[in-house]
């Protein structure tokens, strides 16, 4: 080691290690802050969350694994009770046509985030219908 | 000499620490983009905004006047904090979007206050509004 870096001169190796250490640090407590502030809804307002938009793409696209990963933990029963229902979703000719963020609110560790889906059905009947998702440490806890 | 050397450190670390946030705020992806088309926003309906004021002054005959009766056990129903118990002590309702296609109209509320525990809860509901009546609760 001492030969790799040996000819660089020590001031040079203190300052890209103090950059770099200090770079580390910083990402490290930026990722950090941002998800706390994510989870617990500071500063959010009004504004849809990264997670609710991500939940509702996975659930128009049927992603059983992907949904249950958003879910707080549950038992291998009920996931498996999950992936039936993706399964028999998957099968049916259910087509998204339109996902519309309405809007949400946060309190606590708690926020809603409520969307309007509409789908086309097998007879090509459209529907529009609600959904309200309440979402806590950026896991979704209820689904309305 | 020794004072320079700590302090051209600290000035170091602490570049190092602004520019590590910096380029975390950078590269974070935020929100996905929507794969969906989206409809159009429109202003919050008349019937929800009289029972949204119904449902923050506790005036049950407003909301019995302005609900039908299917609808409104479909409203109770919905108030349900998500620990499963009824929100009693209602503190903010507040309209947070809609949206309209085919005659349906969605106005979307959220609803802030206590459970019959005296725990904080935060519900959200949607009216579904036809021919300006309230139709259903979800």
Same mark, same amino acid.
């Given at each position: 080691m001492g030969r790799l870096v040996g000819w660089i001169p020590a001031t040079v190796r203190l300052a890209v290690g103090m950059l770099f250490v200090g770079g580390v640090v910083g990402f490290a407590l930026a990722a950090a802050g941002s998800t706390v502030v994510a989870d617990q809804g500071w500063f959010s307002g009004?504004?849809?969350?990264?997670?609710?938009?991500?939940?509702?793409?996975?659930?128009?696209?049927?992603?059983?694994?992907?949904?249950?990963?958003?879910?707080?933990?549950?038992?291998?029963?009920?996931r498996a009770l999950s992936e039936q229902s993706a399964q028999?979703?998957?099968?049916?000719?259910v087509k998204a046509l339109s996902l519309t963020y309405l809007?949400?609110?946060?309190?606590?560790?708690?926020?809603v985030h409520i969307y309007a889906v509409e789908v086309q059905g097998s007879g090509g009947r459209q529907q529009l219908f609600p959904l309200a998702l309440t979402l806590s440490g950026g896991r979704v806890v209820l689904t309305r | 000499m020794n004072e320079a050397r700590a302090a051209l450190v600290l000035a170091l670390f602490v570049g190092g620490v602004v520019g590590g946030a910096v380029l975390q705020r950078v590269t974070d992806a935020g929100v996905p983009q929507n794969p969906y088309p989206s409809l159009d926003?429109?202003?919050?309906?008349?019937?929800g905004a009289q029972v949204a004021a119904a449902l923050l002054n506790s005036d049950s005959r *407003? #909301?019995?006047? &302005?609900?039908?009766?299917? *609808? #409104?056990?479909? &409203?109770?129903?919905?108030?349900?904090s998500?620990?499963?118990t009824p929100v009693v002590d209602v503190r903010s309702v507040r309209f947070v979007g809609a949206t309209a296609k085919d005659g349906t109209t969605l106005a979307a509320y959220v609803l802030t206050g206590k459970d019959v525990q005296g725990t904080d809860a935060i519900v959200g509901f949607v009216f579904d509004i036809q021919n300006g009546e309230i139709v259903g609760v979800n």
């Open positions: 009004s504004g849809e969350s990264a997670q609710a938009r991500t939940y509702m793409i996975r659930l128009l696209s049927r992603d059983a694994a992907g949904l249950n990963a958003m879910r707080p933990e549950q038992d291998v029963i009920s028999q979703s998957q099968q049916s000719n809007g949400g609110q946060s309190q606590g560790g708690l926020s | 926003r429109i202003d919050e309906p008349a019937v *407003a #909301l019995a006047q &302005l609900v039908a009766p299917e *609808a #409104l056990t479909a &409203l109770r129903d919905a108030l349900m998500p620990m499963g």
